[in-house]
C-alpha cells in the first residue's frame, strides 16, 4: 500500500495531461443551444451560440486549438477591427474576448503561423505566438492596393504554393461613364480592369509588394467576396455579385420581375488567364448563356462578344449576395458534404422595393470541383421574417464561414455579431 499514493498521484497527473492536451472543442459533447440561437438547420444538426453582440463581423478564421479570430467591418468603441476569442472551459461559449489590431475589414486567414488580415487597400500579416491568444503586436505590410471607392473588400485566400490571391472589386455597376445613371453608355475598353474588378495573385511571405497588371491572375469578375482555394483538385473557386438596376436604367429592355432575379449570382472556377466579361457581360440563368450588358449594346437577347465567355459551373438568383464560400474538408458531418461548398448569402437590396431574398447559407455537394446536385439551403431563418423589404430590418445577416478543427461549421452574423458553431448529432439531438 505503500505505493498507493505515489501511484495515484501519477494517475490524475496522467489524466490531466490527457485533458490539456485535448483540443478545447473536444472537451465536451455539446447540446445545441434552444431554437439553434434563432436559426433553424437540416435534421440532426443543432447549433451552439459562441458568442453574441460582437460588432459588425464580416469573416473569420479557427485555429487548430478553437481559438477563433473575428474580422469586423466597424471599430470597436476601444479602436479595435479584430477580436480574438476563446474557450476556456470547454462548453462551447466564450469566454475570453481581446482586441487586436485598429485594422477593420473583411478578409482574414490563419496560414503558416502567421494571422494575416487586410483592410480596404493593404493586406498584412501578424506572427501567432504559441499557446497564447493574441499574435504579437506587429503589422506587416505584405500588399498595397488600388486606392478608391466602390466594392473595396479584399478577401484572399492561399493556393498552397506560396501564393496568395486577392479579389479586388470593381469600381462601379457597369464601368458607364456617368456612375448608376439612366442611359449612360459604357466606357469602352473599361479602365478599371487594369486595376480593379479581377483577382491578383501575390507571394505570400514578400512584403511591400505594390499591384501590378502582371500580377493580375483573372478579369472581369466585378466583385468576389466570396473567394477560396479548393484543395481537393487545387483551383481557385469565387462567387460573383453581379450587376445592378437592369429596369432602373434600361427599363425598355427589362421588366421589374426580370431586375429582381438578374443578372445571376455565379459560381466561377478561376484558372489563371481567365475574362469572365465583366462590365461587357452578365450571365442570364434562365436563357442560360452570357449576354450582352445594356451599356454596351445588349438588349436582353444578344450575346456577340460575350458568346466565348467561360460559363459558370453554377448560377444562382439575382442579388442574393454571396459573401463567403468554405470547401467542408471534415470528417464530422455525413460523408455527402465531404468536398462539397458552404455559401453565405448576405442578402439582396437591389428589388425595386419588392421582397429581398437570401440571408441564408447554402450547400452545394460536388466531387472533384463539380457539383453533383441542386443547391440546398442549409441554415435558414436569419432575417427573423418571411417578409422583409428593407435588408437593414433582419434580424441577422450572414457573412462569415469557417470550419474548426472538429469539423464543425461556424456561421458569423454581419448586423449585431452573433457567431453560431453548427454540430452534427448522427443519433440525434436529446430533447
Given at each position: 500500500m505503500k505505493y498507493f499514493p505515489i501511484l495515484l498521484i501519477a494517475f490524475l497527473l496522467l489524466l490531466f495531461q490527457s485533458c490539456a492536451d485535448k483540443p478545447q472543442n473536444e472537451q465536451a459533447v455539446l447540446n445545441p443551444d434552444a431554437g439553434n440561437g434563432g436559426i433553424?438547420?437540416?435534421t440532426n444538426f443543432g447549433a451552439v451560440v459562441v458568442a453574441d453582440s460582437l460588432g459588425k463581423g464580416r469573416h473569420l478564421a479557427v485555429r487548430d486549438n478553437g481559438d477563433i479570430y473575428v474580422h469586423l467591418s466597424k471599430l470597436t468603441d476601444d479602436g479595435f477591427g479584430i477580436l480574438a476569442l476563446r474557450d476556456t472551459t470547454g462548453d462551447g461559449k466564450v469566454d475570453m474576448n481581446m482586441g487586436f489590431s485598429g485594422v477593420n475589414g473583411t478578409g482574414i486567414e490563419l496560414h503558416n503561423g502567421f494571422l494575416y488580415y487586410s483592410s480596404r487597400t493593404r493586406v498584412?500579416?501578424?506572427?501567432?505566438?504559441a499557446g497564447e491568444l493574441l499574435p504579437e503586436d506587429r503589422s506587416d505590410t505584405l500588399v498595397r492596393l488600388v486606392e478608391g471607392s466602390g466594392h473595396m473588400e479584399k478577401p484572399f485566400t492561399f493556393d498552397g504554393?506560396?501564393?496568395?490571391?486577392?479579389n479586388i472589386g470593381s469600381a462601379s455597376n457597369a464601368c458607364?461613364?456617368?456612375?448608376?445613371?439612366k442611359g449612360s453608355p459604357g466606357i469602352d475598353p473599361c479602365v478599371e480592369l487594369e486595376t480593379r474588378a479581377g483577382?491578383?495573385?501575390f507571394d505570400e511571405s514578400t512584403l511591400n509588394q505594390t499591384q501590378e497588371l502582371s500580377k493580375r491572375y483573372a478579369t472581369g469578375i466585378r466583385n468576389a467576396v466570396a473567394l477560396s482555394w479548393n484543395t481537393?483538385?487545387?483551383?481557385?473557386?469565387?462567387l460573383q455579385h453581379g450587376r445592378d438596376d437592369l429596369h432602373r436604367f434600361w427599363p425598355e429592355y427589362y421588366t421589374e420581375a426580370q431586375n429582381m432575379e438578374l443578372p445571376a449570382e455565379e459560381f466561377l472556377e478561376v484558372e489563371e488567364g481567365d475574362d469572365f466579361g465583366w462590365p461587357y457581360c452578365y450571365w442570364d440563368q434562365f436563357q442560360n448563356k452570357k449576354l450582352l450588358n445594356p451599356e454596351y449594346g445588349g438588349d436582353g437577347k444578344t450575346a456577340e462578344r460575350c458568346a466565348g465567355i467561360k460559363p459558370p459551373i453554377m448560377a444562382f438568383p439575382g442579388h442574393w449576395a454571396p459573401n463567403d464560400l468554405l470547401f467542408y474538408r471534415g470528417d464530422l458531418f455525413p460523408d455527402r458534404y465531404k468536398h462539397g461548398a458552404f455559401i453565405a448569402w448576405h442578402g439582396s437590396w437591389n428589388r425595386l422595393g419588392g421582397q429581398q431574398a437570401g440571408f441564408s447559407v447554402a450547400f452545394v455537394p460536388m466531387t472533384e470541383g463539380r457539383p453533383t446536385g441542386e443547391c440546398e439551403l442549409f441554415a435558414t431563418g436569419f432575417a427573423g421574417t418571411d417578409s422583409l423589404k428593407n435588408p437593414g430590418n433582419a434580424r441577422f445577416r450572414p457573412c462569415?464561414?469557417?470550419?474548426?478543427?472538429d469539423g464543425s461549421l461556424y456561421?458569423?452574423?454581419?448586423q449585431i455579431g452573433r457567431l453560431w458553431r453548427v454540430l452534427y448529432y448522427p443519433q440525434g439531438i436529446k430533447k
Open positions: 433553424s438547420l437540416p498584412y500579416r501578424s506572427p501567432l505566438k504554393k506560396g501564393n496568395m490571391l486577392v458607364q461613364q456617368e456612375k448608376r445613371t483577382i491578383w495573385k481537393e483538385i487545387d483551383k481557385l473557386f469565387a462569415g464561414l469557417a470550419e474548426g478543427p456561421i458569423l452574423d454581419s
